[in-house]
């Protein structure tokens, strides 16, 4: 008697379907490349612009979490200032000019709340432009 021969899976996948889709795709993307017209981008010239940028103020939050507070326009090493006088010296320097950005600048060991902090004191002070401070990362 002849014993049935167990059948084994077939265990490749068939590709010709997806080389087929593929070359439906390649074909329509031809076809439809010299349709696309690129957008033309006008940067601006240094001749357009109106005004320098103003210099900001910079809240500096250092490793033990003492601030200090530097107007960079001016040369100088800035004012050690507590967390509770922050907004008046704050206010004190953007006098006249309260579109003055500030930007906050933080040690590596910094804990994230105390930049939380004073971002929130800024904020609650009604400074409209607040930005963080980095350094680019040397290759």
């Known amino acids: 008697m002849i014993r049935p021969r167990p059948r084994r899976a077939m265990n490749q996948i068939n590709v ?29 010239s240094v001749a357009q612009s109106s005004q320098a940028p103003a210099a900001p103020l910079e809240v500096l939050v250092k490793a033990d979490g003492s601030l200090l507070l530097r107007d960079r ?7 050690a200032v507590a ?12 006098a006249g000019r309260p579109e ?22 800024l904020q609650r002070l009604g400074v409209p432009r607040v930005g963080l401070l980095v350094q680019p990362a040397e290759p």
């Open 16 to 44: 010709v379907p997806y080389i087929d889709v593929m070359l439906v795709l390649l074909v329509i993307f031809m076809v439809t490349a010299p349709f696309i017209n690129p957008s033309q981008v006008e940067l601006p």
């Open 73 to 79: 326009a001016a040369a100088g090493e800035g004012e």
């Open 83 to 94: 967390e509770v006088a922050l907004a008046a010296a704050v206010r004190r320097l953007q």
């Open 100 to 121: 003055r950005p500030v930007v906050i600048s933080a040690d590596k060991v910094v804990r994230y709340e105390a930049v939380m902090r004073v971002m929130d004191t």
